[in-house]
């Protein structure tokens, strides 16, 4: 093959992509759509349930306080600290609950696994930046807030190329 | 008073009317932190000192001191783009040591995450390439069409690039419904989208003649230097761990090992493109060949532990062939982990190909190694 055969082949091929639709996210006016409603963990089975690990959630009425997500976490991240809670729950008789600092936390769920007590899940909230350290830093009570996640976006593929419709 | 004995490129050298010396990095030489002293004559390179270590992490000490379990998120972090190949033998090892028996669905599934994985590494290294020869469209298409592939691991694993998925005794969750479907849509389309970079990347002769005859490595100084992967089989060495000791279910797929004989830095670049054509039949025949359901994990006891025992795991990764030996000494922690990465071993060979080479030919040529800094350091 010549070479200027060559160049203007590279060049069709570069010339045909004005015809195909452009496959980008425009994050923050569209959002991706996840599968499920994030990682979770049947501890009768042992497997998991496919979804994003995302920021987790803690269900205070399932919590014993058995600190067995603060001992996993130990040997990855050191981002799960035991609090005190005020509220009473029969379960947890000494009444402490994690707390997780995403400064620290790698999304791993390997907490997840280890909670026999279905008390820790994982959500599809990701978006969790804030502008200082303790910011980061999510108490039992934030950890109870079921977040708000509107997404919708999922890849599409048409004879026009894929799309993020 | 004697002179302290410094690292190579730091000591003050005589200065040459003809040689220079050029530290090329740590700062941004590619991909991570990692310097290259060349010294060049004009043009000309005459000698070169590949001086890796800038990102040492401490893995493998860090692996004494976590139980099997927990050791799965940091044993990733070596490529993170690769994250999958990179625990795969870790956890075939620590499931012989533990005398755990995956099931066949988990195993079918780990290829097909693996092979995903696979894919994405090596388009990620290709648009690093295409912008090191100043081709700035082979850096859009590639990171534009890895994101098929990243949505697919994203519904598998949950995470985008740490996926912290296999684990020893299988996977960590099953599939999702519909996945297959999906799977099978966006691969495809991947597939053809891979095949239109022929046109403007592989067949271009503008590329052709920039990275033919450069940086080439015999096949003799191939297998003398130990080197594994996309450049052993770029220089004419049919060798794939996948194919030579099948691990999981390799052994019942139908795949091929591309090999190319000319050993330059355009055959480098080629063999990773086209084992990415490969593996997406792997993935297809092994979607097709999976059990439907069934376990796929093996439930663990808290705390396993192995008896005094070792063991050394290969697999063929992204870059090469990766081996993890593992020592046992019935505690819950392993004794040793040491991990034997490939993007060492291609290093090695980098001086052997730049000597005579132009300037202009050494990020290419570097690139080409399949080299990921962060790995070769652990
Ligand atoms: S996801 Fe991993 S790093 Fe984060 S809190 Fe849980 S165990 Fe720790
Ligand atoms: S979240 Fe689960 S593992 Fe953690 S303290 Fe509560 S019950 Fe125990």
């Known amino acids: ?165 | 008073m004697s002179t302290p004995i410094l690292p190579p490129g730091l000591a003050i050298q005589k200065a040459d009317e003809r040689i220079m010396t050029l530290n090329v990095g740590p700062q941004h030489p590619g991909s991570g932190h990692m310097r290259i002293i060349v010294q060049i004559d004009g043009d000309y390179i005459v000698a070169c000192d590949p001086d890796p270590g800038y990102v040492h992490r401490g893995e493998e000490k860090m692996a004494e001191y976590r139980n099997y379990v927990l050791n799965v998120p940091h044993l990733e972090r070596p490529v993170i783009h690769d994250s999958c190949n990179v625990l795969y033998p870790y956890v075939l090892g620590v499931e012989e040591l533990l005398g755990l028996e995956v099931t066949e669905r988990a195993k079918y599934i780990r290829v097909i995450a693996a092979e995903l994985n696979r894919c994405v590494y090596t388009m990620y290294w290709l648009a690093i390439y295409g912008i090191f020869l100043g081709h700035s469209t082979m850096f859009m298409w590639p990171a534009g069409d890895r994101e098929l592939l990243i949505d697919l691991l994203e519904k598998m694993t949950g995470a985008r690039v740490t996926h912290s998925y296999f684990i020893p005794g299988g996977i960590r969750n099953d599939l999702p419904a519909n996945f297959e479907d999906v799977c099978l849509r966006q691969v495809n389309y991947f597939e053809k989208r891979i095949k239109e970079y022929a046109d403007v990347f592989y067949e271009n002769p503008i590329l052709i003649s920039r990275t033919e005859k450069t940086g080439v490595l015999t096949r003799e100084n191939a297998i003398r230097l130990g080197t594994t992967g996309s450049v052993l089989r770029a220089s004419g060495v049919d060798y794939d761990v996948r194919k030579k000791e099948p691990y999981d279910v390799y052994d019942e797929l139908d795949f091929e090992t591309n090999v190319m004989k000319s050993g330059d830095s355009y055959a480098r670049s080629r063999i990773p493109w086209l084992d990415m054509m490969e593996s997406c039949r792997i993935i297809r025949d092994a979607l097709q060949k999976m059990p439907k359901s069934g376990s796929v994990r093996v439930k663990l006891k808290p705390n396993p532990k192995g008896g005094f025992d070792s063991v050394y795991k290969r697999v063929e990764s992204g870059r090469g062939a990766l081996g993890c030996y593992i020592v046992s000494d019935k505690k819950p922690e392993p004794y040793r982990v040491k991990l034997s990465v490939p993007s060492f071993r291609n290093l090695i060979a980098l001086p052997h190909l730049l000597i005579g080479e132009k300037l202009g030919n050494m990020p290419s040529t570097y690139w080409s190694l399949n080299y990921w800094p962060v790995e070769a350091d652990r």
């Open chain 1, 1 to 165: 093959m010549g070479t200027a055969t060559g160049i203007i082949k590279a060049l069709n091929s570069g010339i045909k992509h004005l015809a195909l639709k452009r496959f980008t996210l425009r994050y923050p006016e569209e959002k991706l759509k996840f599968v499920g409603d994030g990682y979770q963990f049947d501890p009768t089975t042992g497997v998991g349930i496919a979804g994003l690990k995302g920021r987790h959630m803690l269900f205070h009425d399932h919590c014993t306080g058995c600190q067995l997500c603060s001992i996993a976490c130990e040997g990855v991240a050191e981002a799960i600290g035991m609090v005190k809670v005020p509220n009473e729950w029969k379960q947890n008789k000494k009444s402490i609950m994690p707390q997780i600092d995403y400064g620290k936390c790698v999304f791993c769920g390997l907490c997840v696994d280890a909670c026999p007590f279905y008390a820790l899940y994982m959500t599809n909230d990701y978006e969790l930046s804030s502008f200082s350290k303790e910011g980061l830093i999510y108490t039992p009570a934030q950890l109870q807030v079921k977040p708000f996640v509107a997404q919708d976006s999922e890849i599409q593929i048409s004879a026009r190329g894929a799309t993020h419709g």
